[in-house]
């Protein structure tokens, strides 16, 4: 019997995705995964100049329930100023 460690095997999954890898698996547009970083809905990390984003970070998002009709927040509709207010009083 041998006291050999033998190195783990690899997962055929990779640990990260970079954005590109990523956005073909998810059959979505890089700018589409950029968003979803920028909103917080994935989590990344910068290395140098790319973005690698943990396998775990998109499982909990495909888990995570949706309200609405799509996976990012609606924008909030721009409110207009009353013009009557702006202009001072005579």
Known sequence: MTNE???PQPSAEPLVYE???????LHLSPRTIGN???LGRLVG??????????RTSVESFLKRDHPGRTA?????KRKE??????????
């Open 72 to 76: 990012f927040a609606q924008k909030p």
């Open 36 to 38: 979803m970083l920028r």
């Open 45 to 54: 990390r910068k290395v140098g100049r790319r973005t690698l984003i943990p």
């Open 5 to 7: 460690v033998s190195a």
């Open 19 to 25: 954005i590109n890898e990523l956005a073909a698996l």
């Open 81 to 90: 100023a009353n013009r009557d207010s702006a202009t001072p009083a005579k």
